[in-house]
């Protein structure tokens, strides 16, 4: 079992920023990829950012690239997402990911999510 708990959201000003965190515990920890995803009210859960956990090759999903980053600590267990230039349409509930296996862009090939951190975008 993995226990996967984030923190950092919160309100914002659109232009602002924030950093999101992702704290994973339990079995010993070495999947192949984390991923942050995000479902805005009404929507389906979407990929954002993904990272190699051994190599730290990155993805993002064209509406975040270029404004987020992600980064893990391995020695930690710890992922990363560093969020700027925010926008209302970022506007969602952020969930980290622990990767099981298919593509990194579909939720259903992640068997572990965290409890998720809302982060609101003011306009």
């Known amino acids: 079992q993995v226990q996967l708990v984030e923190s950092g959201g919160g309100l914002v000003q659109a232009g602002g920023s924030l950093r999101l965190s992702c704290a994973a515990s339990?079995?010993?920890?070495?999947?192949?990829?984390m991923a942050w995803f995000r479902q805005a009210p009404g929507k389906e859960r979407e990929f954002a950012a993904a990272?190699?956990?051994?190599?730290?090759?990155?993805d993002y999903a064209n509406t975040v690239k270029g404004r987020f980053t992600i980064s893990r600590e391995i020695a930690k267990n710890m992922v990363y997402l560093q969020m700027n230039s925010l926008k209302p349409e970022d506007t969602a509930v952020y969930f980290c990911?622990?990767?099981?296996?298919?593509?990194?862009?579909?939720?259903?090939?992640?068997?572990?999510w965290g409890q998720g951190t809302q982060v609101t975008v003011s306009s």
């Open positions: 339990g079995r010993t920890f070495s999947p192949s990829f």
């Open positions: 990272i190699r956990w051994s190599g730290g090759n990155t």
């Open positions: 990911g622990v990767h099981s296996g298919g593509s990194i862009y579909y939720s259903s090939s992640y068997d572990y």
